[in-house]
């Protein structure tokens, strides 16, 4: 066991080859097909070609009367033109009606444009008696007409595969004539929390023990980015039940993520237990918090331990987990977070070249720039770190640390 230990930390992987050594392995899940009702947050699995024009004809843009243009032309206060109406379209009719020379048809916002129009002349620039329009606007052609195919043609790509389907996506669908539509199947995940000292909330706190935070904490995220949580639970540190509990969830599970019991502590029986019975691809990352990070595989399921120290397990789930999970669902862009561009408040320096740091900041609104202000830490498991930051700066391996009022990049937490 000592010895597996110091095999892993013998050397830490950089977290950039540690990223693209995982993603290599990962093969985007099975599509499946659902309704589009349904379809909110889904990952687009295939692209869209359009089957039909939008909007399927030429419609007025608004309420008033569909005109030839040129019957316009000159018209104004001082002079209008006089034109006939000859009928009225109503939105969601179709009309065989065909203007000639000075006729108009009194039109919705919405409608069809009839035959022989090319324009369309708002109520307010007219006046009406007696079946006689008078104009007292000119107008070009095309004035207040939407064109057919004006907003999406007939056999264009609509929607690329790999999109996360928002509100607008679905109602882009549902006016190609989409009722359902097919996405990328979500992962199921297993999320573990292992410890001696976890106790689940609700229950007298005794002493040496604490609230299992991490377990409601990752399966927020594991959601957040897409999966489905199918069991998540506290074990004891005991490597007979860590192994049954793993041996278990490989039977349905495409992901299984421990936290904690991945370090050098002699309870830490997981690098043990999956060198034994699966194959370990990383154990030890050079990034701080989060440098015990063990990635593995059993069968085809992805094995991720991460630190048992909450600020250490969500910034690990971050960088590596959740892009892994968005990689199973193929996903177009695999960190979901918002960049923001800011200024340091002041001198950050680091210990140890060759590692990257992760800097938790709160933001700032200064004048015309933001400004990320660090935030105190007491060490990776202070959970108020988390609370108090908007985001986290990266401070690259070979950086001493950072200069104040020096530029960085902040990528938010999720939301």
């Known amino acids: 066991m000592e010895k597996l230990h110091k095999i892993g930390f013998s050397k830490l992987a950089p977290l950039e080859d540690t990223i693209q050594k995982l993603l290599m392995k990962i093969k985007v899940n099975p599509l499946e097909e659902i309704e589009i009702t349904?379809?909110?947050?889904?990952?687009?699995a295939e692209d869209i070609i359009s089957e039909i024009d939008i909007p399927p004809f030429d419609r007025s843009?608004?309420?008033?009367?569909?005109?030839?243009?040129?019957d316009s032309f000159g018209a104004s206060l001082k002079n209008p033109k006089k034109t006939k109406l000859i009928g009225t379209i109503e939105i969601g009719e179709s009309s065989n009606l065909k203007i000639n020379k000075d006729e108009v048809v009194r039109i919705s916002t919405g409608a069809p444009i009839p035959e022989g129009s090319d324009a369309v002349i708002k109520i307010e620039d007219t006046e009406i008696e007696e079946n006689i329009v008078?104009?007292?606007?000119?107008?070009?052609?095309?004035?207040?007409?939407?064109?057919?195919?004006?907003?999406?043609?007939?056999?264009?790509?609509?929607?690329?595969?790999?999109?996360?389907?928002?509100?607008?996506?679905?109602?882009?669908?549902?006016?190609?004539?989409?009722?359902?539509?097919?996405?990328?199947?979500?992962p199921k995940i297993s999320v573990f929390s292992s410890g001696d000292e976890l106790i689940e909330p609700g229950t007298p706190l005794q002493s040496g023990k604490i609230y299992n935070s991490n377990k409601p904490m990752i399966s927020a995220l594991v959601n957040l980015y897409g999966g489905i949580v199918i069991r998540a639970e506290s074990i004891k540190d005991n490597k007979e039940s860590i192994k049954i509990k793993l041996i278990e969830s490989v039977e349905d599970s495409h992901m299984i993520i421990f936290t904690g019991g991945t370090s050098v502590g002699t309870k830490d029986y997981l690098p043990e237990i999956i060198n034994e019975i699966g194959t370990i691809i990383t154990h030890g990352v050079a990034m701080r918090p989060g440098s015990p990070v063990?990635?593995?595989?059993?069968?085809?399921?992805?094995?991720?331990?991460?630190?048992?120290?909450?600020?250490?397990?969500?910034?690990?789930?971050?960088?590596?987990?959740?892009?892994?999970?968005?990689?199973?669902?193929?996903?177009?862009?695999?960190?979901?977070?918002?960049?923001?561009?800011?200024?340091?408040?002041?001198?950050?320096?680091?210990?140890?070249?060759?590692?990257?740091?992760?800097?938790?900041?709160?933001l700032e609104k200064r004048e015309n720039e933001f400004i990320a202000i660090p935030v105190k830490l007491k060490g990776s498991g202070v959970i108020s770190s988390l609370t108090a930051s908007d985001g986290i700066i990266e401070i690259p391996p070979n950086q001493e640390g950072l200069k104040k009022g020096e530029q960085v990049i902040v990528r938010l937490f999720p939301k």
């Not at 349904?38 to 687009?44: D, I, M």
């Not at 843009?61 to 040129?70: N, R, T, V």
């Open 61 to 70: 843009a608004m309420d008033g009367y569909a005109i030839k243009a040129e």
């Open 38 to 44: 349904k379809a909110l947050n889904r990952v687009l």
């Open 294 to 362: 063990l990635i593995g595989f059993l069968n085809k399921s992805l094995i991720f331990c991460l630190p048992g120290s909450p600020g250490a397990a969500y910034i690990s789930f971050l960088k590596i987990s959740g892009p892994a999970i968005r990689k199973m669902l193929g996903c177009s862009v695999l960190d979901p977070r918002i960049e923001i561009v800011a200024r340091i408040d002041k001198d950050v320096p680091v210990t140890g070249l060759g590692i990257l740091h992760f800097l938790r900041v709160k």
């Open 134 to 186: 008078t104009i007292y606007n000119a107008l070009a052609p095309g004035k207040n007409v939407s064109k057919r195919g004006e907003d999406i043609k007939k056999n264009v790509l609509a929607l690329n595969a790999g999109i996360e389907l928002k509100a607008e996506h679905i109602a882009l669908l549902t006016s190609l004539g989409f009722n359902k539509v097919k996405v990328i199947s979500k």
